[in-house]
Nanobody, 124 residues
Framework: QVQLVESGGGLVQAGGSLRLSCTAS????????ISWFRQAPGKEREIAAA?????????YYPDSTKGRFTISRDNAKNTVYLQMNSLKPEDTAVYYC????????????????WGQGTQVTVSS
């Protein structure tokens, strides 16, 4: 089992920045990746950024966040961060941390464990 706790969401104006944190506990060594997803009202959950958790570090960004978001990991603190810059109103969503991803780290169904989510709201 892996437990995930997100923090750092909030309200920010367009063009601003936020940093999200995801602290993991439990059997994290069994996870291929710890990643960030987001879900806006009425939309499907989508990947925001992904990072491998053990071994060689690999990172993935979809086109929607590439160049604006930065994912990083601190294995000593069991924490994954998501630095979000140049935020846009369309980034408004609940952001979830997820662990797993061995069968396809860009898709939500590949992740076994999920945090409770943190709201990010970007005003125009």
């Amino acid at each position: 089992q892996v437990q995930l706790v997100e923090s750092g969401g909030g309200l920010v104006q367009a063009g601003g920045s936020l940093r999200l944190s995801c602290t993991a506990s439990g059997r994290t060594s069994s996870s291929f990746a710890i990643s960030w997803f987001r879900q806006a009202p009425g939309k499907e959950r989508e990947i925001a950024a992904a990072i491998t958790w053990t071994g060689v570090q690999k990172i993935y960004y979809p086109d929607s966040t590439k160049g604006r978001f930065t994912i990083s990991r601190d294995n000593a603190k069991n924490t994954v961060y998501l630095q979000m810059n140049s935020l846009k109103p369309e980034d408004t969503a609940v952001y979830y941390c997820a662990a797993g991803g061995a069968t396809g780290w860009g898709t939500a169904r590949a992740y076994e464990y999920w945090g409770q989510g943190t709201q990010v709201t970007v005003s125009s």
